[in-house]
């Protein structure tokens, strides 16, 4: 049995325009490098896929061998998707191609392109799409799995925005999803995960944005966090769909520009930016700014350049979760102010997002995602170094969800969860399960693509 599938490695080895690498290899030991530190899995091979060849090659030795399988291109996948054991990783990296057709208003982007490379050649046409808040995501590996971002509120999520895809299946087929082409199989990648087939190039909408926006950073004491979390709620209540913003519990950043008493300590941010133009969202952040912010960094900007403005660091041990809630009463802020006093210094913070608009316009219909009803998300985003504090950290997390569960709306949001099991999972999709079942039974009715969606 070893000495055909080394056999067997030997072919794929040649075959691949990348390569085939093995522990001990710097390009295997790069590729398992992820931005969750806690996950430490150790696949047998790392296929470097720069065509889609290579991926059909790859498929080809997995089906000959039964091995598992894992997709691996920004490597954000907080619950590690990105990775399996002793089987194949199919890294895509190398696939990153985008094109952007200015007159059409679509960008075509390879299944292993970043948001930041999306976000900067689009804004070269003064066009944008919903994208990621951390610029160094996988725009593929976010768009399957809803997409939440600054412009969700005027154009939908990530997802809503993808008009058509190519992949490979399990089989070595490949395939185009699109509103003419498979169109039942576009729906369910539009929120349902990447367990259908490996993406290889996705095709997005864009609107005129920019280059310039309002958008910033508002920075304030931890002891103001009850005012300064209630006037976000009420300013986001009555909202118009161009104003994008969410409250952050942080440690302050201790850099230069960052008054001297607010550095390294708890501090409470209102972040965001408004899609149009900048007098208006002048105007449109004025009531927030009005509270008087120890640091306010809100001011026209480069759209691309927000975009990278707030990435999380890599090089930490991660766990989050999140809760859609209806709204926040002053008892849901009076419980969060509380809880969040128990955040470790650091990069951990929880991050409340305002949903509505376009977000709640769509329905099941064009996506699978569930709980778009949500006022709000609240996110808790532990990131420690220490594995004695795993379990301090976790249960933390878990807390802020238990606090918030009288204002629950009971659906998820995949992309902000990390394993969480299938009940969780299916409160996702909700009434749109079943009809996501039946897409994994037509495009991969073996299971060959496993991943936290647990489509089954």
């Not at 009803?373 to 504090?389: F, K, Q, R, T």
Request: include cysteine; glycine fraction near 12%.
């Amino acid at each position: 049995m070893t000495s055909t599938l080394t056999a067997s490695a030997d072919e794929l080895r040649f075959r691949l325009r990348g390569g085939l690498h093995e522990p001990g290899d710097s390009y295997y030991e790069d590729s398992r490098t992820l931005f969750n530190t806690m996950i430490n899995r150790r696949p047998r091979y790392v296929a470097e896929c720069l065509a889609v060849d290579d991926v059909v090659a790859t498929l080809a030795f997995v089906r000959g061998h039964d091995l598992p399988v894992a997709v691996r291109a920004g490597g954000h996948s907080v619950a590690g998707l990105s990775l399996c054991d002793d089987g194949i990783v199919l890294d895509v990296r190398g696939m990153a191609d985008i094109d952007v057709d200015p007159d059409r208003r679509i960008a075509r982007v390879g299944g292993g392109a970043r948001w930041a490379d999306l976000d900067r050649a689009t804004q070269a046409h003064g066009l944008a799409t919903t994208g990621g808040r951390v610029s160094t995501t996988g725009v593929a590996g976010l768009t399957l799995g809803g997409g939440s971002g600054w412009l969700e509120r005027k154009h939908g999520l990530a997802c809503d925005n993808l008009i058509g895809a190519e992949l490979v299946c399990w089989d070595g087929r490949i395939v185009r999803a699109s509103g003419d082409e498979n169109p039942e199989l576009l729906w369910a990648l539009r929120g349902g995960g990447g367990s259908f087939g490996v993406v290889t190039a996705l095709e997005l909408a864009l609107y005129p944005l920019g280059p310039e926006v309002f958008a910033g950073v508002a920075l304030f004491a931890a002891d103001r966090a009850h005012e300064v979390l209630r006037t976000f709620r009420d300013v986001m209540h009555h909202a118009p769909d161009e104003l994008s913003l969410a409250c952050a519990f942080i440690t302050a950043p201790e850099e230069d520009d960052v008054p001297t008493e607010l550095r390294g300590r708890p501090a409470i941010a209102i972040l965001g930016m408004w899609a149009g133009s900048v007098a208006d969202g002048e105007r449109a952040l004025a009531p927030i700014r009005a509270l008087g912010p120890a640091a306010d960094f809100f001011g026209p900007t480069g759209y691309a350049d927000f975009q990278c403005s707030v990435d999380d660091p890599p090089g930490y041990r991660n766990y989050w979760t999140a809760e859609n809630v209806v709204d926040l009463p002053d008892e849901a802020i009076d419980a969060l102010a509380r809880r969040a006093a128990e955040l470790p210094p650091g990069p951990s913070q929880l991050f409340i997002v305002a949903w509505g608009g376009a977000v709640d316009r769509i329905g099941p219909d064009h996506s699978p995602l569930a709980g778009r009803d949500a006022g709000l998300i609240v996110h808790p985003l532990l990131l420690w170094e220490d594995p004695a504090d795993d379990e301090r950290n976790r249960a933390l997390a878990d807390a802020f969800r238990s606090d918030l569960r009288p204002w629950s709306t009971g659906a998820t949001y995949p992309n902000f969860l990390g394993d969480e099991g299938r009940q969780r999972m299916r409160a996702a999709y909700g009434t749109s399960t079943q009809r996501l079942a039946a897409v994994k039974a037509e495009w991969d009715p073996h299971g060959v693509f496993r991943t936290h969606q647990n489509i089954q």
